[in-house]
Nanobody
């Protein structure tokens, strides 16, 4: 019943931009903390950005000033605008929904930054 579906990944050159989307269903979207995580080959999954129901923002130091997380509660969608992309941003990006003990994950979308 619960689904988080990511889209928008792909191949982009260094300095380019991508916009990731995560469409949620089966949850009361407005009350969840929504987040984007990423996992690069050989590395642990890390938090990239999160946004609470009240709009409070949190970013990893490595993406501050370049990435922007936002949410549209009407569309039940969370976005990650990624600008000035670097090769080290290459990873599978995962959407996460969290509310107290309830936590859900999307299947991930590949982002590759390469010339």
């Amino acid at each position: 019943q619960v689904q988080l579906v990511e889209s928008g990944g792909g191949l982009v050159q260094p300095g380019g931009s991508l916009r990731l989307s995560c469409a949620a269903s089966g949850i009361t979207f407005r009350i969840y903390v929504m987040g984007w995580y990423r996992q690069a080959p050989g590395k642990q999954r890390e938090l990239v950005a999160s946004i609470t129901s009240g709009g409070s923002l949190n970013y990893a130091d490595s993406v501050k000033g370049r990435f922007t997380i936002s949410r549209d509660n009407t569309k039940k969608t969370v976005y990650l605008q990624m600008n000035s992309l670097k090769p080290e941003d290459t990873a599978v990006y995962y959407c996460n929904a969290d509310w107290t003990r309830l936590e859900y994950w999307g299947q991930g979308t590949q982002v590759t930054v390469s010339s």
